[in-house]
């Protein structure tokens, strides 16, 4: 996927702030991100599930779940633990593992793109929403999700055999479409958004708070492990490490603004990606010199 795409998205949304109709086209993107491009991904990842990348998928789950409870428990706001947790594989982080960690980490990288996709679109109704939900509404909320709902029905499909069936090759290529489209409407609504936000030295500090707290966890992650006996995970040690180091995803702010119409994790979003661009170079250099 080029990298111009989501600067050739951002640049559309931030555009939009000049035109009669930016609000409808921010609504529009971001409906459409959240109950097509997310749930079709999903769907089809689950169509094409492989051995093996189930192991990887519960693994960027379940991390993405501690990382959020810690951050709710320290910053005492959700919508700052989904920045924190939710990261930005996709365009950012799967491009940047190719180039530090070579092609052999692709089908790990897809398997982690999914099950951090899954947590945050999953994580998101809570994060944003506006009311107090008890453990019951929570879980019927979640269960009515565009992600959850394509999850079961992913699932679904893949037990019947549907895959066996059915010429992928053509929905293979529709869904690398698809993920242009993810791309571009994530894109463009923080652009839009971001039209409409300063980024301040409060954001900035907020945000190195924030990837300090990830980089000691992500530390004790990696010295635990190195001391169990799984070897597939002690060869990516450096890999589970740069996944800490990696900003917000782009998709919170559309996700915010599907579910909550508000804005705010632009401001994280904007700071954090600054924060994380610095902290994977530094990464990238000690990583060079050691080896």
């Not at 491009?37 to 998928?57: H, V």
């Not at 947590?119 to 979640?142: D, P």
């Amino acid at each position: 996927m080029s990298a111009w795409l989501p600067i050739l998205g951002f640049v559309v949304g931030w555009s939009m702030n000049y035109s009669s109709w930016a609000e409808r086209f921010k609504q529009g993107c971001a409906t459409t991100l959240a109950w097509f491009f997310i749930p079709f991904i999903i769907i089809y990842q689950m169509l094409n599930y492989q051995a093996g990348s189930l192991m990887f998928m519960l693994v960027s789950f379940f991390t993405a779940v501690m990382v959020y409870a810690v951050f709710s428990l320290i910053f005492k706001d959700t919508l700052i633990a989904l920045c924190a947790s939710y990261v930005n594989i996709g365009w950012l982080g799967f491009p940047l593992a190719l180039l530090i960690f070579g092609q052999d980490v692709s089908a790990m990288m897809i398997a982690l793109y999914i099950g951090s996709s899954i947590f945050g679109n999953i994580y998101a109704v809570r994060a944003v929403s506006t009311e107090k939900l008890n453990i019951l509404a929570t879980l019927n909320k979640l269960r009515r999700t565009p992600a959850m709902m394509a999850l079961m029905l992913g699932v679904f499909l893949h037990e019947l055999g549907i895959q066996h069936r059915v010429q992928l090759s053509y929905i293979t290529e529709f869904e690398s479409w698809v993920k242009v489209g993810m791309v571009l409407t994530g894109m463009a609504v923080l652009g839009t958004w971001l039209g409409q936000t300063k980024v301040t030295w409060h954001d900035l500090k907020t945000s190195i708070s924030m990837m300090s707290i990830k980089l000691v966890l992500a530390s004790s992650i990696c010295l635990i492990i190195s001391w169990t006996s799984f070897a597939v995970f002690k060869a990516h040690l450096t890999l589970w490490f740069f996944l800490f180091c990696l900003p917000p995803a782009a998709n919170i702010v559309a996700l915010e603004t599907h579910y909550q119409g508000t804005g705010k994790s632009a401001h994280y979003i904007a700071a954090g990606t600054i924060t994380s661009l610095i902290t994977i170079m530094l990464f990238a250099i000690v990583l060079q010199v050691l080896n």
